[in-house]
């Protein structure tokens, strides 16, 4: 049977969200681009302060709408320092214009990951690869988390394995 | 001393000539709102090209409402941040050609400082008197509010300040918008939410209010996935048609309500929960600092509930301790982004010896500190 290119989560509470994405930051490497999807009030704020808990940031993770991006340090597993780019697509209307905000620069970062919401503002500038997390509420609390590698043989199908070699937070 | 103020942090590129930090002889603002309402939305780049191309005719605009000509202008001084980049630097290279070119000092301004000085400003009634109002008292605290950014600021002295509390996920502004969203009420949502909640009952629903404790700091993400959920019964059932999709994204579903689903109510609920901290924690600050002056700051400051929500809370919590403290905010024109603000704060920035040099550079995360 083929291996499955992807990963469907389903987290109980915001906590166990924030767990899920902790768990993803712990196989990330530097130049990884994560696209985060979900309406608002889906949990991307949630997940994503996971993730940075996963990489040791001690800033809070305020949204980045106004700003665009916001940057922060965290730890790589090696102990180097891994920087977090957390970008926030909301308010842009559509793909024209990225350019000049640099958000290219962001796509393939030397010293981090990226994280990328509304990725769907930017869809025709995507690069071909990417990890594609889906956030989808499934009731009050309980959110289904989907883990996708983008193409399916690309090079994040590593990270799929690598996850499902960790421990799986919901069990 | 005539101070012209230039302001291209985000959206609006702004000039202004204030008279001795208080007095405002002009105030023009180029609101990209047109340009923007084209793209359904704010578009960095539109706005930084947006300021290229209206900075010069505002400039002049300003010094021809203040009366003056350029060598008139005593000082140049513009936003260095917090804000957008692309944006920041047209403000900057511009503020520096003119203070070089005119021999004249330049003075790099935090745009957070510059909201809490819109409250020393003094506008023009006829065009010749200026509302006089006595400056703040200090110490004061001041609640700046506005799409991005939540702060609450301790100011003891001009220059003097203590950040005591910020966001830690979304501006209140924002958290007004993205809830006018989620009830599809539209664009822009604070002014969309004040309005329909005027109708609502504020206590029916009931919302979480994120204290955190003892802390200054405040939390509005959470909020929006409560609204979800309290609105969840009211929302038509999403079309059972599959969602158009962007590359390989679905498209999220509008939401539709029913015809009497209680929009206002939750509206209004949303709002008070919103408002409710933002009031309860600037006055419990006021009171632990011994505030003379409690100062609203940003476009939120324009939200009618907040001022009657604050007012309410420092009378209740201040005035047994410390007697009757003001409640102040500027007017409309000077709450949302301008340049006024920016040529006032300089005033006082200047006094205390804040020269900028030619090597002035952008700082789009600038903090408020200093003591």
């Known amino acids: 049977m083929d291996r499955q290119p992807v990963l469907v989560l389903t987290s109980e509470s915001p906590e166990q969200t924030r767990e899920i994405g902790s768990w993803l930051s712990g196989v990330a490497r530097v130049g990884d681009l994560v696209l985060l999807h979900g309406d608002l009030g889906a949990g991307k704020t949630t997940f994503t302060q996971g993730i940075a808990r996963g990489l040791g940031v001690e800033d809070y993770v305020q949204s980045p709408t106004f700003t665009l991006v916001n940057e922060h340090d965290g730890t790589a597993p090696?102990?180097?320092?891994?920087?977090?780019?957390?970008?926030?697509?909301y308010r842009l209307a559509g793909e024209a214009d990225l350019e000049s905000f640099g958000f290219e620069q962001y796509l393939a970062p030397v010293d981090g990951i990226t994280l990328v919401e509304w990725p769907e503002r930017a869809a025709a500038v995507l690069p071909e690869e990417y990890l594609l997390v889906r956030?989808?509420?499934?009731?009050?609390?309980?959110?289904?988390?989907?883990?996708?590698?983008v193409p399916p043989e690309g090079m994040y199908e590593e990270r799929l394995d690598a996850l499902r070699e960790r421990q799986d937070p919901e069990g | 001393m005539n101070i012209l103020g230039i302001e291209t942090s985000c959206d609006e590129t702004a000039a202004s000539v204030v008279a001795d930090g208080r007095r405002v002889r002009s105030n023009v603002v180029a609101s990209q709102i047109a340009l923007h309402r084209a793209h359904g939305g704010v578009?960095?780049?539109?706005?930084?090209?947006?300021?290229?191309?209206?900075?010069?005719?505002?400039?002049?605009?300003?010094?021809?409402?203040?009366?003056?000509e350029r060598a008139g202008v005593d000082?140049?001084?513009?936003?260095?941040?917090?804000?957008l980049a692309g944006a920041l630097l047209v403000g900057v290279n511009v503020a520096k050609a003119l203070a070089y070119s005119l021999g004249r000092p330049l003075v790099a301004i935090n745009h957070l400082e510059a909201h809490v000085y819109a409250n020393w400003l003094m506008l023009p009634v006829d065009g010749t008197s200026p509302v006089a109002e006595p400056p703040p008292a200090f110490p004061l605290v001041c609640l700046l509010v506005s799409g991005g950014h939540t702060e609450?600021?301790?100011?003891?002295?001009?220059?003097?300040?203590?950040?005591?509390?910020?966001?830690?996920?979304?501006?209140?502004?924002?958290?007004?918008?993205?809830?006018a969203r989620l009830l599809g009420l539209g664009y822009p949502g604070g002014p969309v939410i004040q309005r329909v909640a005027e109708a609502g009952d504020p206590t029916r629903?009931?919302?979480?209010?994120?204290?955190?404790?003892e802390s200054y700091d405040f939390s509005f993400s959470g909020l929006k996935t409560a609204l979800l959920r309290l609105a969840e019964p009211y929302r038509l059932p999403p079309s059972l048609e599959p969602a158009p999709t962007v590359g390989p994204f679905p498209e999220h579903q509008a939401a539709a309500f029913a015809p009497d689903a209680p929009l206002a109510d939750l509206a209004a609920s949303y709002q008070a929960a919103v408002v409710e901290v933002l009031a309860v924690k600037t006055a419990r600050a006021a009171l632990e600092f011994g505030a003379k002056t409690v100062l609203l700051a940003g476009g939120v400051a324009a939200n009618a509930a907040l001022r009657t929500c604050l007012a309410d809370e420092v009378a209740r919590r201040c005035e047994p301790e410390l007697g009757p403290v003001p409640v102040r905010y500027p007017p409309p024109a000077l709450c949302t982004d301008n340049a006024a603000m920016v040529a006032g704060a300089a005033f006082y920035a200047l006094r205390r010896g804040a020269q900028a040099g030619w090597e002035t550079d952008i700082h789009p995360r600038l903090r408020l500190t200093g003591t």
């Open chain 2, 43 to 68: 578009v960095p780049e539109l706005a930084a090209r947006g300021h290229v191309t209206a900075i010069i005719p505002v400039v002049e605009a300003a010094l021809g409402e203040a009366g003056i």
């Open chain 1, 78 to 89: 090696d102990g180097t320092t891994l920087r977090l780019y957390h970008l926030d697509l």
């Open chain 2, 152 to 179: 609450l600021i301790l100011m003891t002295d001009h220059g003097h300040y203590r950040h005591l509390g910020r966001t830690l996920d979304d501006a209140a502004g924002e958290a007004f918008d993205k809830g």
């Open chain 2, 75 to 83: 000082v140049v001084a513009v936003t260095e941040g917090p804000g």
């Open chain 1, 135 to 149: 956030l989808v509420p499934l009731g009050a609390n309980a959110r289904q988390i989907t883990i996708e590698a």
């Open chain 2, 205 to 213: 629903f009931d919302l979480p209010r994120a204290w955190l404790g």
